[in-house]
């Protein structure tokens, strides 16, 4: 069975500087991986995912993942937040041709001036 | 193009009663999913359509809920009876059939049950 751990649930941070929001994932199966970002009050909406290829993927708003198959990571970055940034981020896998996602808990990014 | 489209917004109601949450999801998409937001459990997915046709269900907490897709442009997931314990933010879901499966989001509907 698949599953996805976020390990960080409140990650705080000032503008303008570097975050990592990490991901780690368990599967037996090749997989493709997602990061999803929740701004208040709205859905989720597609940040950048990994199908194969580049282990570095870049999304918008400025974020990149570098996919790491030894370490099962999947890890979010971005180089320089901005208030706009602040919002719950999920990370998701999906194995083979499951059509189901499995999803980590989310992490809550505040951006502080 | 318009974006999945899930009406109500908001929904506040009193235990025991009937609640529908309706969802028009993305012209040709071939996948419809709902999910239920909460705190304690995050995002758990209660069911999925293919083609119309709900293909899992195991997400689905009890009897008490239950959705249909009776087209390609529109589902619905009703709670007979509520509970206090179903308030949460129900989100629809659609996407296109691959690998990449892209999920399009709606708004979401918060449900507060009384």
């Known amino acids: 069975a698949q599953s996805v751990t976020q390990l960080d649930s409140q990650v705080p941070v000032f503008e303008e500087a570097p975050v990592e929001l990490r991901c780690n994932y368990s599967?037996?199966?090749?997989?493709?991986l997602f990061w999803y970002v929740q701004y208040p009050n709205q859905g989720l909406q597609l940040l950048l995912k990994y199908l194969s290829g580049s282990t570095l993927v870049k999304g918008i708003n400025g974020f990149e993942a570098e996919f790491n198959k030894s370490q099962t990571s999947f890890h979010l970055r971005k180089p320089s937040v901005h208030i706009s940034d602040t919002a719950e981020y999920f990370c998701?896998?999906?194995?083979?041709?499951?059509?189901?996602?499995?999803w980590g808990l989310g992490t809550s990014l505040a951006v502080n001036p | 193009d318009a974006g999945v489209i899930q009406s109500p917004r908001h929904e506040v109601t009193e235990m025991g009663q009937e609640v529908t949450l309706r969802c028009k999801p993305i012209s040709g998409h071939d996948y419809l999913f709902w999910y239920r937001q909460t705190m304690m459990r995050g995002l758990e997915l209660l069911i999925y359509?293919?083609?119309?046709?709900?293909?899992?269900d195991s997400g689905m907490p009890e009897d008490r809920f239950s959705a249909k897709m009776p087209n390609a442009s529109f589902s619905t997931l009703k709670i007979q009876p509520s509970e206090p314990r179903d308030s949460a933010v129900y989100f629809c879901?659609?996407?296109?059939?691959?690998?990449?499966?892209?999920?399009?989001f709606g708004e979401g509907s918060r449900l507060t049950v009384l």
């Open positions: 879901a659609s996407s296109l059939v691959g690998p990449a499966g892209e999920l399009f």
């Open positions: 359509f293919n083609n119309n046709v709900p293909i899992d």
């Open positions: 599967s037996s199966v090749s997989v493709y």
């Open positions: 998701a896998v999906r194995a083979g041709n499951n059509r189901k996602l499995i």
